[in-house]
């Protein structure tokens, strides 16, 4: 389900980033891996060379009921999942591409977010606050543009900060490829490598800005 990154840096510096992993691919019985979470644990690997614990969440391995609410009650495993994220400092989307948009578990984590921004509009208040977004995205089809426009727009409605060159996604051929070939290939790839590289270094220099220099939060 979740899983850690040590980081390679000292303890008073550290920042947890959180990615919502939304693959519909399922681990247990053998199935395909994930090329998403393959970018993602790439992008994790660059959030730890600058002292970033990155936990990566696949809500595929969860019960994530259908709502707007936080908690729907018994079974929900949604409200574990947004406490993690609530202590996060870096909170990354990550999504496959599905007919031109994100993927139906990325929908489901935007719709379950949804109580988040309504109680920003009540109280002028975000409990995201000072948190930075980010975005992760793969597929063999066009629609990343899209993709990064539809949930950026939302990190930005619910209080989160979205920083500059804070996405990677990779379009191509996967034919054949292992979950290792396919690691190598994002390393080798200048243009994903470097959109990773850019992409961990602003987010953490968002978020330790961001630490140490809060954002003005509640009404006026």
Same mark, same amino acid.
């Given at each position: 389900?979740?899983?850690?990154?040590?980081?390679?840096?000292?303890?008073?510096?550290?920042?947890?980033?959180?990615?919502?992993?939304?693959?519909?691919?399922?681990?247990?019985?053998?199935?395909?891996?994930?090329?998403?979470?393959?970018?993602?644990?790439?992008?994790?690997?660059?959030l730890?060379?600058?002292?970033?614990?990155?936990?990566?969440?696949?809500?595929?391995?969860?019960?994530?009921?259908?709502?707007?609410?936080?908690?729907?009650?018994?079974?929900d495993?949604?409200?574990?999942?947004?406490?993690?994220?609530?202590?996060s400092?870096?909170?990354?989307?990550?999504t496959?591409?599905?007919?031109?948009?994100?993927?139906?578990?990325?929908?489901?984590?935007?719709?379950?977010?949804?109580?988040?921004?309504?109680?920003?509009?009540?109280?002028? =208040? !975000?409990? @995201? &606050?000072? #948190?930075?977004?980010?975005?992760?995205? +793969?597929?063999?089809?066009?629609?990343?543009?899209?993709?990064?426009?539809?949930?950026?727009?939302?990190?930005?409605?619910?209080?989160?900060?979205?920083?500059p060159q804070?996405?990677?996604?990779y379009?191509?051929d996967?034919?054949?490829?292992? =979950? !290792?070939? @396919? &690691?190598? #290939?994002?390393?080798?790839?200048?243009? +994903?490598?470097?959109?990773?590289?850019?992409?961990?270094?602003?987010?953490?220099?968002?978020?330790?800005?961001l630490?140490?220099?809060?954002i003005?939060?509640?009404?006026?």
């Amino acid at each position: 389900m979740a899983r850690t990154t040590k980081s390679l840096t000292p303890e008073r510096d550290k920042l947890k980033a959180i990615f919502l992993l939304a693959t519909l691919k399922h681990k247990r019985g053998g199935g395909e891996f994930s090329h998403t979470e393959v970018l993602s644990d790439f992008v994790a690997e660059c959030l730890r060379e600058h002292n970033v614990q990155s936990q990566i969440v696949r809500l595929v391995d969860y019960e994530i009921p259908p709502g707007t609410r936080s908690n729907m009650g018994k079974g929900d495993k949604w409200p574990g999942i947004l406490q993690k994220a609530l202590a996060s400092d870096i909170i990354i989307f990550a999504t496959p591409i599905w007919w031109g948009i994100q993927s139906s578990l990325m929908q489901r984590a935007i719709e379950r977010l949804d109580e988040l921004h309504t109680e920003l509009r009540a109280t002028g =208040k !975000s409990r @995201l &606050a000072n #948190k930075v977004g980010g975005i992760v995205i +793969t597929g063999e089809e066009d629609g990343e543009q899209h993709i990064t426009g539809n949930i950026a727009n939302f990190m930005l409605n619910i209080g989160v900060t979205v920083p500059p060159q804070c996405s990677v996604s990779y379009q191509g051929d996967y034919t054949r490829a292992t =979950k !290792s070939s @396919l &690691a190598q #290939k994002f390393r080798e790839n200048k243009n +994903t490598a470097k959109a990773a590289e850019t992409m961990a270094r602003n987010l953490s220099f968002f978020a330790r800005l961001l630490r140490e220099n809060n954002i003005p939060n509640g009404a006026s």
